[in-house]
């Protein structure tokens, strides 16, 4: 039978979600929480991986287990044995061919950018005070939806068959003292969102323009786009399935 877990992690002391070599990784902690209290080797399929310092709001992951599992019972348990940077919401039984990576319709990030310095959002958001032109963002940012090829914003020497993603909403919008990007895809490059806010604050800078943009997805080369912003103002806020 098969399980869909929905979580959330707070990525500051993990390189990640996928495991990795001599570090901690979200994955490996749920693993062994799973395998500890089920009894039984259990391996998770994550919806999509994080990078190291990323956090996420609503994560899904999937497993297999010979029996029916008491949700309710399961998530308590599960909430109290892990670390409390890791909550668990809800556990779904879902049928045997459900995936929760290539069955996600579509997925939200959110990118958050404090203006004021705040010691209590060091780890959870970007601090940058210099001013930028936000609705010079919020123009190049409806840019990235009239197109497809997002080469330009993936990591290099990256393992994938294409770099085409349908972006379905981009914005900026300003709360208090931060700025929140919200873009929601079909499917994300590695680095994509980080290198695209990096480029977006070029503009917003008045460092490139508009046109440049274009030329700069037109070219597919990663080098032309903007730096990558830190990974700690990066969060997974949704993902989305036709049967849940």
Known sequence: ??????FAYNGTH??????????????????????V??????????????????????????????SDIDSKTLIHKLNSYLPKDIAIF??????????CRFDATKRTYEYHINTVKNPFLQELSWYFNQKLDVALMNEAAKILLQHTDFQCFSKVHTDVNTFDCTI?????????NKLIFTISANRFLRNMVRAIVGTLVNIGLHKITLADLENIIASKNREKAGFSVPAHGLYLTKIYYDYL
Not at 49 to 62: C, I, L, N, Q
Not at 168 to 176: D, I
């Open 168 to 176: 379905f909403e981009a914005y900026w919008k300003v709360e208090n």
């Open 90 to 99: 809800n556990l779904i039984k879902v049928h045997d061919d459900a995936h």
């Open 37 to 66: 209290l089920l009894n039984s080797r259990i391996i998770l399929m994550g919806a999509g991986r994080t990078d190291t310092g990323v956090h996420a709001e609503e994560m899904y992951a999937h497993f297999d287990y010979d």
């Open 1 to 6: 039978m098969r399980y869909f877990i929905q």
């Open 14 to 35: 993990y390189h990640g979600w996928q495991i990795q070599p001599n570090a901690s990784s979200v994955q490996e902690t749920l693993n062994k929480a799973l395998s």
